[in-house]
């Protein structure tokens, strides 16, 4: 496999733009050193689901559009203003949220390697998915080019790849235990070695 994906201007030129109001600035002078892992299904377990309008709900919750009506789990997260730079869905398909240049708002309140407040120098990347399910291998192949391309435009991200329950142990569990970490490292070390 080729790396294919690149970062240009904090935008990865290969995914779908999709702009979330859900960002601010990071800190004066932080410099982006980590990547998260996530994964997120609304309804929870359930993939691919979309609105009247044919919005998947994952990307209607990014962008402050879901109908809290539409399911009743989503009176649980009602209000609730979050996103994520990246959502890759179950066929690999990769939208972009917020500008890697950009603070978005996916990992809450959390610490890495001491390092509090991960939201300021962590790119978040959602996957669709379940803590209880695997994940598809069009998935696997995404996000290792996205990870790869990440490296290359963001050099203090490389040995920096966790996880939301890694962050934010005891809190979230996510990506979960079908997560597989060491064959994403394989993959990613193949492009990066090529």
Not at 15 to 21: D, E, G, R, T, V
Not at 58 to 80: M, S
Not at 162 to 177: E, L, M, V
Request: charged residues 20%.
């Amino acid at each position: 496999m080729k790396q294919t994906m690149s970062v240009t201007a904090g935008r990865l030129t290969e995914a779908q733009w999709l702009a979330s109001p859900n960002f601010n600035q990071r800190p004066e002078g932080t410099s982006i050193s980590a990547i998260v892992i996530h994964n997120i299904s609304l309804p929870p377990n359930e993939f691919g689901q979309t609105d009247a309008n044919g919005q998947h709900y994952v990307k209607a919750f990014f962008t402050n559009r879901l109908d809290w009506e539409a399911h009743p789990y989503f009176k649980t997260i009602e209000g609730f203003e979050v996103s994520a730079h990246l959502f890759i869905e179950r066929d690999g398909q990769v939208t972009q949220l917020v500008n890697f240049d950009d603070r978005a708002w996916h990992a809450g309140r959390s610490s890495y390697l001491g390092q509090p407040e991960c939201n300021d120098y962590s790119i978040g990347i959602e996957l669709e998915g379940s803590d209880y399910q695997a994940f598809t291998d069009k998935q696997y192949d995404s996000l290792a080019q996205v990870v790869a391309a990440l490296y290359q435009a963001y050099p203090k991200t490389r040995r920096h790849l966790t996880g939301h329950s890694d962050i934010a142990p005891g809190r979230k569990t996510d990506p979960g235990d079908y997560f597989d970490w060491a064959r994403l490292r394989q993959q990613v070390s193949q492009l990066v070695d090529d």
